[in-house]
């Protein structure tokens, strides 16, 4: 298939997306909250919810993952509607960057315009706890696959969109208040997306821990698409577990669900003190 084939393909299966979309909530929150492993359970605290299976979506990926339950929540968090995208698609599960972040290109053209991307990480940074909440200040794409290769989406984004500071200053700050007001401690770091989905080598450790605090293998594709696209991203992580405090035990997806769970109050706190700002 060329490029140029490609991208018509591409653009016409986001139209459709984002049509089916708009056609099904009406129009959109500005709000998106993408909830990473373990952190779901932020949906289900939204008042008056409506939800739509990615399986009625057309092409909506399907997440395969235990912890990604592939649905779109619309509903009210602190008395404001917020849309959330509860599952997403991993490009371990063999699907390329493109189709893996179409959903939130579909959304994007529908007209959200700020993204909130949580994920589950583990620690780079001999400092950082299990359980942790960090405030991601930048990211290293180290999957070598980017979501904008290929004929570029005019309508969408420009060819070379800048990706000097991709994770919104005033967002941050944002959460940084809430944080502070709520008393809830928040790290702050550098995301490293590797694309998994095999945990890390210890040789691989030494080398990511110089580069960044956390590695995870979500998150840099959504961003790279919702810059490309001119929304606004504020990106936060959980820390699921250490990579660096114990290397005589192995990390599984069990412990990284079940982190989730015990920090999902902060977590569901933190997200609503931001969207309450963001309306005020
Ligand atoms: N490595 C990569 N991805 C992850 C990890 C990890 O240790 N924990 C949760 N997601």
Redesign the pocket.
Known sequence: MSPSLQSNELSQRINAAAEALLEHFGTLPSTLIVAG?GLGGFAATLKDATSLGYGDIPHFPVSTVVGHAGKLVKGKCEGHEVLVMNGRKHLYEGVDSTEATLPLRALLKAGIKTVILS????ALNVRFDVGDLMLITDQINNMYRNPLMGGNLDDLGPRFPDMSEPYSRELATIAREVAVEKGIPLREGVYIA?M?PT??TQAEVQMLRQFGDV???STAPETLVAIHAGARVLGITLV??S?VRRTDVV?THDE?MEAGKEAAGKFNELVGGVVRRLHQ
């Open positions: 492993s994920n589950a990480a583990g590797n998994g945990y890390e590695v995870g293998m699921s577990n990579l990390t990284v």
